[in-house]
């Protein structure tokens, strides 16, 4: 079983910067894929970015692109999401998941646990 657990979240300007945590127990994230997701009020979840936990190739959506940077510490089995130059249309529950493979899948069929959440809110 693996459990991820969020943080990281929180209110922040429009130009400014958040870095959020997913920290996993249990067994280890490699060889899978993690990634981050996130879903706003009204909207379904949408693909944010993915690591490849052993390799470290990363793939990101076109609208987080050169704002955001996903790494993980794979001694500390965590992956992080800086994001910088944040956009209100940013704002949105994040979510941390583990891939059912290596692969860096961009849908939420690609992965089989997923962390609790962590509110972002940016203000304009």
């Known amino acids: 079983q693996v459990q991820l657990v969020e943080s990281g979240g929180g209110l922040a300007q429009a130009g400014g910067s958040l870095r959020l945590s997913c920290a996993a127990s249990g067994r280890t994230f490699s060889p899978y894929a993690m990634a981050w997701f996130r879903q706003a009020p009204g909207k379904e979840r949408e693909f944010v970015s993915a690591?490849?936990?052993?390799?470290?190739?990363?793939y990101y959506a076109n609208s987080v692109k050169g704002r955001f940077t996903i790494s993980t510490d794979n001694a500390k089995n965590t992956v992080y999401l800086q994001m910088n130059s944040l956009k209100p249309e940013d704002t949105a529950v994040y979510y941390c998941?583990?891939?059912?493979?290596?692969?860096?899948?961009?849908?939420?069929?690609?992965?089989?646990?997923w962390g609790q959440g962590t509110q972002v809110t940016v203000s304009s």
């Open positions: 690591i490849s936990a052993n390799y470290g190739n990363t």
């Open positions: 998941a583990r891939g059912r493979t290596a692969l860096l899948g961009t849908t939420s069929q690609s992965y089989d646990y």
